[in-house]
Structure formats: structure tokens, C-alpha cells
């Protein structure tokens, strides 16, 4: 999955080049990152990345060194991953190729997409939610338990909904 920087970015956001307004894959793209980690910021008042990091440098280490998972989805009315880093790839048990095709509602069982869906709206409403448990299932159908995950809104700062994002710090098969 591929995300086009907006070329108004604001004032006080990073220094974005012409070869970023390329198509750029999501988990190495730097504006994605800045959508991810602004938002997050704006909602929820702390840094997604631990420490002060480049655009560039904070990019690949959320995706390939992060010790928790993110996952996000887009706006469709039957939402798909467009992003999962590689904590959430070796979580769920999918590889890049195939965790963005997927429909996020099928990393949930069937019994419990209900209540997942209450979630999503309860994070619609509110711009975010912190310290949520709920069960999930990988690709091999193996379940297990999110626990204390955080999940907002991917709002840029002209207030567009660009889907919802996820970090999950910890897991336990169940």
C-alpha cells in the first residue's frame, strides 16, 4: 500500500522532498510516519517514538525495530491494513504482502468482531482509546490476547480521517 504526502504540509512539520511525493510504500515512507506519529502526538500528548529521531531514521526503526506492534488500516467501508510493522507481521503471523491485503476485521474472530467494532467507534467518536484487552488470531488461526493497545484516529493536521492506527505492547497466547 502506497500514501501520497500532501504537498501543503504545515509550517512546522518536517522538510519533505520532491522524491517523497513519489509512491513510496507505506512502511518506508517518511511522510506515512510523520501522519502515524503526529496524530498520535495531537490525541494523545507523547511521542510514538521513544527518543528524538530524524524523520528518515524514525521511519525504519518503527517498522523494523520497534519493541511493539502498529497496525493500521484505511477508510474503507470494510477497512484493510495498510500498515504493520514487523512486531505485527511476526504477531499475526503475516508477511507485508500479505497483512496489507487484509481486511482488518479478520484479525479478530468472528465471535468477537462485534465487539471490536464497538471499539472502532468508541475511537471514532472519542479520537482515541488507551488500555484496551481483546482477543485476536493470527493467519494459522492461533489465539491470543492484546493488552493494554492504544488505537486512534490518523487524523493529518487539516483534520482529514486517513484510517485508524494501533500500538499493541504486549500480547499472551491464550
Known sequence: MLYRKHPHSRADGPTISVEMFQMIPLHSNPAFYQLLADSYARLLGRPLVPQAMHVDEATEWLYEHAPFAVLAHNTDPDPVFIYGNKAAQRRFGYNWDEITRLPSRLSAEAPNREERQQFLARVQ?????????????????????????????????????????????????I
Open 125 to 173: 467518536r472519542l479520537g482515541y482509546e488507551a488500555g484496551y484487552r481483546g482477543v485476536r488470531v493470527t493467519k494459522s488461526g492461533q489465539r491470543f490476547m492484546i493488552e493494554e493497545a492504544t488505537l486512534w484516529q490518523l487524523l493529518d493536521a487539516d483534520g482529514t480521517l486517513h484510517g485508524q492506527a494501533v500500538v499493541i505492547p504486549r500480547t499472551r497466547d
